[in-house]
């Protein structure tokens, strides 16, 4: 079946001339490609989509210029415009008051038993997730809410199961980089497979990448960092196979 590309002639244009002004000025431009695909126990596919993902959060550009700026999350007047803080998916607002912490995908361990600590590409620490795992990782959902910048959740999310409504989240795979020397570009692929075994067609409308993070005092919050909703409802038959990729790119000047 051919892959689709759904994003707007209008809007990719504006993407690659932005991506080219990136280059240009030495400011490198990351962006990120939502992939959807639908695959039958006999290796049809009956669905198969790639578009932009637009929606990245309020959550990912705290944790981004936190990070970046080494700027503590002690901002303690909640979650909102001019604060430095993280919403989870329950809207537990977390933040440090008068502590010089950030938020962090991996964990440096200190201790002799643990002296590498996990990094944030390995176990279920940041996008990657278990078999069955619905909390955090690559998540869908059949809401139909508008993309919010302050969102922090799934509309209505698929909870793991075999029943009626439920999808079989299956293990992350390995994220996998790549370079293109050419196009001095760096890109990490992250794909999670779901299985129907609800014995009834479910309509996804939304798809998420949620974090696991660690904050001090062993918070493990799971934190929205991007949603996008669906141009249109993609039907996983019961026994099918949902396929969801995430491409996450950088354009490097040099």
């Not at 007047?77 to 938020?103: K, R």
């Not at 200190?110 to 909390?135: E, F, K, S, Y």
Request: glycine share 10%.
């Amino acid at each position: 079946m051919k892959t689709f590309y759904t994003e707007p002639k209008a809007s990719e244009r504006e993407y690659r001339q932005l991506e080219r002004l990136g280059r240009k000025l030495g400011v490198p431009v990351p962006a990120c490609f939502l992939e959807m695909e639908v695959t039958l126990p006999d290796g049809q596919v009956t669905h198969h989509h790639k578009q932009r993902s637009h929606s990245w959060t309020r959550n990912m550009y705290n944790y981004l210029f936190t990070n970046t700026a080494s700027k503590a999350m002690n901002d303690t007047g909640g979650f909102g415009a001019g604060l430095l803080s993280l919403e989870d998916t329950t809207t537990a607002v977390h933040h440090y008051a008068s502590l010089a912490y950030i938020a962090y995908l991996g964990y440096s361990g200190m201790g002799a038993t643990n002296p590498d600590g996990i990094p944030a590409d390995n176990g279920n620490i940041g996008l990657r997730a278990a078999a069955g795992l619905d909390t955090s990782g690559i998540l869908v959902g059949t809401g139909t809410d508008a993309e919010d910048f302050e969102g922090c959740a799934l509309a209505t999310r698929i909870l793991n199961g075999n029943v009626s409504g439920t999808l079989a989240y299956q293990t992350h795979n390995p994220p996998v980089e790549t370079y293109d020397a050419p196009s001095k570009t760096i890109s990490v692929l992250h794909v999670r497979f779901i299985n129907n075994n609800s014995g009834a067609d479910i309509d996804v409308n939304e798809t998420a990448m949620v974090y696991l993070m660690i904050f001090p005092y062993n918070a493990l919050p799971n934190i929205m960092m991007a949603r996008d909703l669906l141009g249109a409802p993609v039907t996983v038959p019961n026994t099918g196979q949902l396929k969801v990729s995430y491409t996450i790119n950088m354009v490097y000047p040099h």
